[in-house]
């Protein structure tokens, strides 16, 4: 049984190369296209796809309006293609925020080596969001647009709020008292799913956070910047793009710039930022979680409480490794929370998480575990 895909854009040329794209692969079938947001929230009612490819630019209904529209009535798994403009990340944030699950630039060429790379990973990133279940969606968009500034028609089913209920129960049922461990550091590493992620943990975070954080998010160079000045008007804490001789600081988050590598230097009462620039085809990810949370070790190391959330792949893995060598703390969200279980089952899998918590769980958790408030 193949997943079903609806490709939106405005652009004929731009439909006929996504669907040929996708339609490649046997376990995809591009079962209609849409021409502007109307045609794709009419279509996403009428023909029930597992995942939407949506543009943001369109005539008569924009991609953002597009996905609230879409995730108000019918709930689908969509991935937004987006210009690596200051703009295209804004937009892109706010569709993020409206409910859209993931994101690849418009120009998917442009983070792969070849054609054919650029197309696999789409297919990819296609499957991975249509093997999600429909409630788990359902219940993820009902998060979302409880916690969104723009969108906040949608009101949540009994059952979704039932099933946020048992899941923090069970969360809290497992941090009932702190481990008794002195930390210096807070250290995060997610990808898909990441940014709304991030935004639920760090606004419940109070402003005399004792702590200061590292933060890897995979996300292209354009999109860190906007990304990071996005939570930081969001946040009581101080958000900010990490700099190179940026001093660690607490109640601070520095999140790693794409397209380059955060390296913590120094001592844990002296750490600075250094932010190297990544030509290695050998390193997948610019940022890497495992890059930083391994000289995390080096500096700080078993003072680190170091968290795994939603994201593809298995970056993060053998960071969290060496951290816990070094006697850290190392948590994963459960898979029921996230958009995609790769990371986080990662660590889980391997032995290295302590602990799986729903996403709304972290901030209650963290707060107790490291003894403040």
Known sequence: MSFKVLVVDDSSFFRRRVTDILNKDPNLEVIDVAINGLDAVEKAIALKPDVITMDIEMPLLNGIEAVKQIMAKAPTAIIMFSSLTHDGAKATLEALDAGALDFLPKKFNEIAKNTEDAGSLLRQRVIQLARKKSGRLARISTFRSRDSREFKSQTPTLTSKA???????????????????????????????????????????????????????????????????????????????????????????????????MIIDGTENAAKLRILEDDSERIAFKPSVDISFGSAAKVFGGNVLGIILTGMGADGRDGSRLLKNKGATIWAQDEESCVVYGMPQAVTVAGISELSLAIESFPSAILKEIQHG
């Open 163 to 261: 099933a946020s209920v048992t899941r923090s129960e069970r969360s809290q049922a497992s941090i009932r008292k702190s481990s008794g461990k002195q930390y210096k550091l807070l250290a995060i590493g997610t990808s898909t799913g990441g940014p709304v992620a991030l935004q639920k943990l760090l606004t419940q975070l109070p402003e005399d956070f004792p702590l200061p954080i590292i933060m890897v998010q995979h996300m292209p160079a354009a999109f860190t910047l906007a990304f990071a000045k996005r939570l930081n008007t969001l946040c009581k804490i101080n958000i900010k793009q990490a700099e190179s001789g940026d001093v660690l600081k607490p109640g601070c988050a520095y999140l790693a710039p794409g397209g380059k590598q």
